[in-house]
């Protein structure tokens, strides 16, 4: 149980478009999903926590218009990158908590995104 | 501020070592721990998680403890073996953030 996945698993985009990446509980229901970053060999990154029906709360430095956070049911979270540069390039692993949101969180397999 | 910091960042064994994997932080004041491992290109893979009013907690070859008033978490793994090798991040959740490590990889080699 607890089963989180991510679409898509990597993708290539040019710069200056704009790519969305789904994060989804499977089997069960998740009022809190977390979006982190990590970029080569560091670590993960929060970037931003979404609660379901309600408006994300962005880590400081994270940039609210670029890294677009929807959270419209209990088993779907998305994430765009708007107008994606090179540097955007990163892998992104969202997370989904059980009861309570941040208790246990379980981890998506990461979308690797490259922007040339 | 939570920092979390691992040592060593990188470590390189024969097979059948047992190993200690370090994590402090700074902020004593925490939910509870959890080690994950990152295979490369992958997500994570939560491997243990103690709660702030346990000790210690064990999953096959794996033992993790917790040390809450000085802010240390050891991962022990017996007997390692070639597939152990990843890298291996521990995480302290504060409030309603996880808070992650620096990351330690290992690679273990026949």
């Known amino acids: 149980g607890a089963v989180v996945s991510q679409h898509p698993s990597w993708v290539i985009c040019k710069s200056g478009t704009s790519v969305k990446i789904e994060c989804r509980s499977l089997?069960?229901?998740?009022?809190?999903m977390f979006w982190y970053r990590q970029f080569p060999k560091q670590s993960l990154m929060l970037m931003a926590t979404?609660?379901?029906?309600?408006?994300?709360?962005?880590e400081q430095g994270v940039e609210k218009d670029k890294f677009l956070i929807n959270h419209a049911s209990l088993t779907l979270s998305t994430l765009t990158v708007t107008s994606a540069h090179p540097e955007d390039s990163s892998f992104y692993i969202c997370s989904a908590g059980l009861a309570g949101g941040f208790y246990e969180q379980y981890f998506g397999p990461g979308t690797r995104l490259t922007v040339t | 501020k939570q920092e979390v910091t691992q040592i060593p960042a990188a470590l390189s064994v024969p097979e059948g070592e047992n190993l200690v994997l370090n994590c402090s932080f700074t902020?004593?004041?925490?939910?509870?721990l959890q080690w994950f491992r990152q295979d490369p290109g992958k997500g994570l893979t939560s491997l243990l998680l103690i709660q702030s009013s346990q000790r210690e907690q064990t999953s096959g070859r794996l033992n993790a403890s917790l040390d809450k008033s000085s802010g240390r978490s050891t991962l022990y793994i017996a007997a390692s073996q070639p597939g152990d090798s990843a890298t291996y991040l521990c995480?302290?959740?504060?409030?309603?953030?996880?808070?992650f490590g620096t990351g330690t990889r290992l690679q273990v080699f026949p």
């Open positions: 995480a302290v959740l504060n409030t309603d953030k996880l808070i």
């Open positions: 902020d004593s004041a925490i939910y509870n």
């Open positions: 979404s609660n379901e029906g309600s408006k994300a709360t962005y």
């Open positions: 089997d069960f229901q998740a009022t809190t």
